[in-house]
């Protein structure tokens, strides 16, 4: 963003002195700045001296420096609520404090009881917008396409999961801080025009990918009741919740289907008005599928079959046919004490060989793999913790042999994924594949 105008205004000094309440004005358009239409204000608190802040009102007492979206006094809900600032800033203990607004915004500043050193130092710069709104966050001010559903910031977006398009997504006021008493809602939706199915990836971790600056900074509360950010997977809040998010520990979310929904949320206000909320970037990423394999709707079951129709006598006569799979253990939220279960219908006397492959230099091995045939115990632990882990390739094989006839509705072998604690994502998971082909014997 180029900064199209920039001006700094101060209160007169000594003009607050005395115990008369004192109140001022700066009104913010176009003609009384000379600046366009489509200009987005930022207003920089370089130093403030005025009332102070009450915690358990969540309030200022005193005195206050508000910083409104519209400069008239009726109330509107489709606009974001202003923001109001009392105390001493600007000094080295809080520094500068930033709010972005629109154009045709208010500054009121009230003095209840003056002192000599109650003041006031702005810094009021304007961005002209010239680039179109790709180049922009979704959640900017700059941004005015028709993925912003309402004035204020709810917001749908849909992007090619097919490509490697991507863009980031910002807390309202985005770089500056957030406003308060105000709820945004997200939906992101990953389209694939090839009819494949498609994913996403939000990652606002600040360790995650260290070039693109990304940020949580939510004001932290008890179990993030008052500042927070919600995600979840899917297209509402009743689909399944990944988690809520404070303080400044970002996380990587992957979708397990298209959409993900997110919520923010900030209370009443906090002293000293510092934080900006959260950066994030959201990424495509590669569908869920398996050749010969079919996921059970809702849930990490798959069943995995050869490529014949009803009757298993209609299977190749030859010595190998191939039958190849593969596919990868849950990367996207999953709660805890989840069961994924992966079954196989091998044809009689044919065996496969299944692989487990776990990406090396994964430490925490929490979860189970595990094999059962007809019995209702496991007959083999596969699983790929140490000391296996280690080992070349991080892999593990192990062939199975189906030693009766087939018969109609009857069990067939499978494995079982278990994950105790849940995970919010895994970026690097396990893969269970077979090699190339079947083997009659």
Not at 15 to 39: A, H, L
Not at 260 to 273: I, Y
Not at 373 to 398: L, M, T, V
Not at 401 to 414: D, G, R
Request: charged letters at 25%; proline letters at 7%.
């Amino acid at each position: 963003m180029i900064v199209d105008k920039s001006i700094i205004i101060e209160s007169p000094k000594g003009s607050f002195s005395g115990f008369r309440p004192n109140f001022c004005y700066i009104k913010i358009d176009d003609y009384d700045f000379k600046v366009r239409e489509e200009s987005v204000v930022t207003v920089e608190v370089l130093s403030l001296n005025t009332g102070s802040f009450n915690k358990r009102q969540s309030s200022c007492n005193g005195g206050f420096l508000r910083i409104k979206e519209k400069y008239d006094r009726l109330y509107d809900n489709s606009i974001l609520p202003p923001t109001e600032l009392c105390g001493s800033i600007g000094n080295n203990e809080t520094g500068t404090v930033k709010r972005q607004i629109r154009l045709n915004g208010l500054i009121e500043f009230q003095v209840d009881h003056g002192r000599s050193h109650t003041h006031y130092k702005l810094k009021i710069s304007f961005v002209d917008k010239t680039q179109p709104d790709e180049q922009y966050p979704v959640g900017s001010l700059l941004r005015s396409s028709w993925s912003l559903k309402d004035f204020k910031c709810n917001w749908f977006v849909e992007f090619d999961g097919s490509k490697t398009q991507q863009f980031f997504l910002t807390s309202p006021g985005w770089p500056g801080i957030y406003p308060p008493n105000t709820t945004c809602h997200y939906t992101l939706e990953a389209i694939n025009k090839d009819s494949t199915s498609s994913r996403l990836e939000f990652n606002f971790s600040p360790h995650a990918l260290p070039g693109e600056r990304l940020k949580l900074d939510i004001h932290k509360s008890r179990n993030c009741e008052e500042d927070y950010l919600e995600i979840y997977d899917g297209p509402t809040s009743n689909s399944p919740r990944i988690g809520r998010f404070c303080g400044h520990d970002g996380e990587k979310i992957i979708s397990s289907g298209s959409i993900l929904f997110l919520v923010f949320r900030s209370g009443s206000g906090s002293s000293p008005w510092h934080y900006q909320g959260f950066k994030g970037k959201v990424m495509p990423r590669f569908g869920i599928s398996s050749e010969r394999g079919v996921r059970e709707s809702g849930t990490c079951n798959w069943k995995f079959r050869p490529d014949y129709d009803e009757d298993l006598d209609k299977f190749s006569e030859s010595e190998h046919d191939d039958f190849y799979f593969g596919v990868h253990i849950p990367d996207y939220y999953i709660a805890k004490d989840t069961r994924c279960k992966y079954e196989f219908e091998v044809p009689s006397h044919y065996n496969v060989s299944i692989q487990v492959k776990r990406v090396p230099g994964r430490r925490n091995c929490v979860d189970r793999i595990l094999f059962y045939d007809e019995s209702p115990k496991p007959i083999k632990n596969i699983s790929a913790c140490p000391p296996f882990q280690s080992r070349k390739h991080g892999r593990k094989s192990f062939k199975f042999v189906q030693p009766k006839p087939w018969i109609p509705k009857s069990k067939h072998p499978y494995l079982t994924y278990e994950h105790p604690s849940g995970q919010i994502s895994n970026s690097n998971p396990v893969w269970i594949k077979s090699n190339e082909e079947y083997e009659k014997k």
